[in-house]
């Protein structure tokens, strides 16, 4: 419903030292009408250039302090707001590639009132000089 | 004789401007206000930031800006997240503690109903009555389609009040279940997806004709070899019901509100998806007294092409109720 606002293009920024960047990070939304506790946001598989990066890869700040998808699952006292941003940050060696490459998003929401879990996806081309 | 049906919004109605930042909540109550539509309908896992340990200072604070706008709340839309877990469902007793703990604050809120979502089980809602009678909250399932009025769900909810004998729990219609034709934003959106105009028009076809949508399913996925948009846009028709508005009297004294869904209004003011000219006479007939609660829904399917202007189609769907309604361009006068 909100799939191609999943991720901000110009967020795209690389993290680490700056002449040996160790991943990068960008912001992103519930794919969502409303809010929800961590424990039900199963996956958010991130992917460059169509290839999906490992879940241990990445790590979500919601602004309350960084923690692993992992840890996600089992956190039953955060909720993840609707409309509010989040980081995701990715180790991803070197930084986001330079030139142009496609940066794509799949959540994968536990919504109790559907039969199977809702789907977000979008993907973004980003442009690094 | 005047109606006693009052025209209200549901905040969930805005959710594009306000996902986007574009809008804050008094931005859509004060729209609201400028159209007559007094009733505030909320979410609160949508609206209010620190759900569920809202406190009474946030709850004042909401009511002043109502109150600003001369507005007032209508009804507490309720989640109960049963998968809350990956490793179980919630307990029997978590369920209810869950809706206890909604009942609660509805009541804090000063809300009188709270729509409850249409999958949870009639017997945890039941319950849940003595805490509903208790707090004055009446408990409405959301008769969403592809459910409908006569669906065997609903009528589990209907059996449960009636056993009871309690006026704290029924329903609560979306108008969704009205669909008499298909919505023209949706089939814009599976043709600019890459359905064929000629498929496109067969599906529609059909559902204008009531065929019964695992025909057409099977006929695009199969006969036709239909794509996967076209075959998206078939499937669409499993949650397309047309519901007899002529059964809205039988079941009016189980809701006191309405989810009044739509997902888009022509220039002048028609809805061309769903009958809300058959339905309001109904309403009206039947002498209910409650509030139609506008559900604007069409901004998923437009936002790839266009900026989604949430106020106009609401808007357009007021300009409609008052002409249904019979009020005067002045608008109605508001409890």
């Known amino acids: 419903m909100f799939d191609k606002y999943l991720i901000d293009p110009d967020s795209v920024t690389d993290i680490g030292p700056a002449d040996s960047p160790t991943g990068f990070s960008f912001t992103t939304k519930l794919g969502y009408y409303r809010g929800l506790t961590l424990s039900m946001l199963e996956e958010m598989t991130v992917a460059v250039d169509g290839e999906e990066l490992p879940r241990e890869a990445v790590s979500f700040d919601d602004g309350n302090g960084p923690i692993t998808l992992d840890e996600m699952e089992t956190t039953y006292d955060r909720r993840w707001n609707f409309g509010a941003p989040a980081t995701l940050s990715v180790t991803y060696p070197g930084g986001f590639p330079k030139g142009e490459h496609t940066l794509s998003l799949r959540q994968r929401l536990r919504i109790s009132y559907m039969p199977f879990p809702a789907m977000r996806f979008t993907e973004k081309t980003i442009v690094k000089e | ?335």
């Open chain 2, 1 to 335: 004789m005047a109606s006693k049906i009052r025209r209200g919004v549901s905040l969930y109605s805005f959710q594009e401007e306000m996902f986007l930042g574009k809008m804050n909540v008094e931005d859509c109550v004060s729209f609201a206000a400028s159209i007559g539509a007094k009733g505030i309908e909320i979410l609160p896992e949508q609206n209010m930031p620190s759900f569920p340990n809202v406190t009474d200072a946030e709850i004042a604070g909401w009511h002043e800006m109502l109150e600003r706008h001369g507005c007032h709340f209508t009804c507490y839309d309720m989640f109960l997240d049963t998968k809350l877990r990956n490793d179980r469902l919630l307990t029997d007793d978590e369920q209810v503690e869950s809706i206890r703990r909604d009942l609660a604050l509805c009541n804090r809120m000063g809300i009188r109903n709270m729509r409850v979502l249409i999958f949870v089980r009639p017997d945890i809602l039941e319950r849940c009555v003595p805490y509903a009678e208790e707090l004055d909250v009446h408990m409405g399932v959301e008769v969403h389609a592809p459910w409908y009025l006569d669906h065997p769900w609903i009528l589990r909810t209907i059996e449960v009040a009636d056993r009871l004998g309690t006026k704290h729990l029924g329903i609560l219609p979306d108008m969704g279940i009205f669909m008499k034709h298909y919505p023209p934003e949706l089939r814009a959106r599976f043709e600019r997806e890459g359905a064929r105009p000629e498929i496109t028009q067969f599906i529609v076809d059909q559902h204008e004709q009531k065929v019964m949508c695992e025909y057409t399913i099977y006929e695009v996925a199969v006969k036709m070899k239909g794509n996967p948009s076209e075959v998206r846009m078939a499937e669409t028709l499993r949650h397309a019901p047309y519901a007899n508005p002529k059964r809205i009297g039988d079941f009016a004294p189980y809701f006191r509100h309405i989810q009044a869904k739509f997902y888009g209004m022509t220039e002048d003011c028609r809805d061309p998806a769903h009958a809300y000219d058959e339905v309001i006479p109904e309403l009206l007939k039947a002498g209910w007294e409650g509030t139609l609660s506008s559900e604007y829904e069409g901004n998923r399917w437009v936002q790839d092409v266009m900026d989604v202007d949430s106020r106009e189609q609401v808007r357009r769907q007021h300009e409609m109720f008052k002409r249904l309604l019979g009020e005067t361009a002045n608008g109605q006068e508001d409890a």
